[in-house]
């Protein structure tokens, strides 16, 4: 697989020698985005992300490293390397008075397009993020959802090879984040690289190829789900909602050999079993629940996720 992006070293200190080091303390990051793929920078508030992202887009000036995209150097050639991308802000950047199709063409313009081309591709983007209807109805009419679609659209006017999206998903409904989400697949099925920016892990989990987590401005794990969850060894949990289990079903259980280990709640009336094949086991789990006059209501398989991951390089839940 080929780069389309190369982190290397990459550090921030806002206002040396005493600010905050927001990236890269510990000797710098680093990380290769490759083309084709979703890559997410995963992280809690504060992490470092915007600040990467800011970097990546020639807006914020690195105090250490370098990045270098669709071969050229931020630092050395940063009016190319600002060409080959789309940046969609976490902050809303639109013109409230004008319509969705103005603030297009407006950024369309800045980045050279014009006459028939400018509007052929504002119709295509305004068609993308599904708002041709309502093209023309001023921005500070439009719910949130839509203005952050019509941010999306303004960052790919100018049919840039890979796009930047810091948080598109921050404060809006349901539906919205679902349209949103399902644009960046869209997008990427069509040929796109998306570097993708978020503290929901649900969402770097459905969207990404590889994901980097991101904590105190350092990378501490990136690799695709499986890995991330591999490299923790993270095991399923089985939670029955059970009666009382007698002591030598509990013994039995925790006997097999694909339990990790058992966890009795008997105040919630729960019973947690850990184990790396869950859904394995389940079957012979049951048939020992029930066959013992325990009474089983209900079962739950809780496969590993990100969280889990999260959980266990850095000992606390993302959204802490
Ligand atoms: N302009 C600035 N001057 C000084 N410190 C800053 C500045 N911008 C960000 N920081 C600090 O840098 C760190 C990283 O912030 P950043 O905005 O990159 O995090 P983030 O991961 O994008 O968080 P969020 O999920 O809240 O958007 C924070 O400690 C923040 O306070
Ligand atoms: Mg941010």
Redesign the pocket.
Known sequence: MKPFVQVRSLQKQ??PPD??F??GKSGGVNFEIYEGEIFSLL??????????ISMMSTLLSPTGGDIVIGGYSVIQSPVQAKQQIGVVP?ELALYPTLSARQNLEFFGRMYGLGGKELRKRADEVLELIDLLDRADDKIEEYSGGMKRRVNIGIGLMHRPKMVFL??PTVAIDPHSRRRILDTVKQLNEEGMTVLY?T?HMEEAQELSHRIAI?DY?EIIAMGSLGELIQRVGEKDTLIFKVGEVPPEVLERINALELVDHVISKPESGELHVVSPRGRKILPELIRLLTENGTGLYSVEVQEPNLEAVFLSLTGRGLRE
């Open positions: 806002y206002t600010g905050v927001a990236v992280g809690p508030n504060g992490a470092g992300k915007t600040t990467c976490q810091d948080e920016t503290h991101i401005g």
